[in-house]
Structure formats: structure tokens, C-alpha cells
């Protein structure tokens, strides 16, 4: 483990998806009445842009050499699906609370 913590954009990438997800979170929750049957639409829509925002700004950085290396794809993917993982569990909650 000879490799430097914070290479591979790792902490840009905690940051963006951080950030993407508090705002995605924040959107859905604050219209999650007035759009309940759509809810889960806007979550896909909301995972859309943070592929989007990964294929503006990692992509270019990742593919420099030609080649994305398993170190790259884990910076990325690993606060990719922490967020997920937050952002699902608290729409389940939400979507059981919800009446229809």
C-alpha cells in the first residue's frame, strides 16, 4: 500500500458527491408532497446528474492516460454509492410514510 491516500481525486470526489447528494436529497424532500407519485422519477432524474456531472468532470481526469485504473474507478464509485445508499434508504422511509 505504497499508493498516497488522497490520490485519484478522492477527496474532489467525496466533495461533488457530497454536495450532489445533499442537493438532490433537498429537492426531493422539499417537493416530495406536492410530487409524491413522481417521486421516485425525480430521484432517476437525480441520479442522471450526478452520472452526468461524473462523465464532466472525472471522466476527463481519469481517461488523462488512456486507461481508468481500479484505484480511479473506486475514488469515484465509493462516495458514489455511499450517497446512494443514504439517498434510497431515506426514500424508502419516506415513500412508507407517504399516503397515495
Known amino acids: ?16 458527491n457530497l454536495a450532489l447528494a445533499v442537493t438532490i436529497f433537498g ?7 406536492r410530487f409524491k407519485s413522481q417521486i421516485g422519477f425525480l ?3 437525480g441520479s442522471f446528474v450526478k452520472f452526468a456531472v461524473f462523465f464532466m468532470v472525472f471522466y476527463p481526469l481519469y481517461k488523462a492516460d ?3 485504473s481500479s484505484l480511479e474507478f473506486a475514488a469515484f ?14 426514500l424508502v422511509k ?6 397515495f
Open 1 to 16: 500500500m505504497d499508493k498516497p491516500l488522497f490520490e485519484n481525486k478522492i477527496v474532489l470526489s467525496y466533495i461533488i
Open 94 to 99: 419516506w415513500l412508507n410514510k407517504m399516503d
Open 77 to 90: 464509485f465509493t462516495p458514489y454509492a455511499i450517497c446512494l445508499i443514504l439517498e434510497t434508504s431515506s
Open 27 to 33: 429537492i426531493l424532500y422539499k417537493y416530495r408532497e
Open 66 to 68: 488512456n486507461d481508468i
Open 43 to 45: 430521484f432517476l432524474a
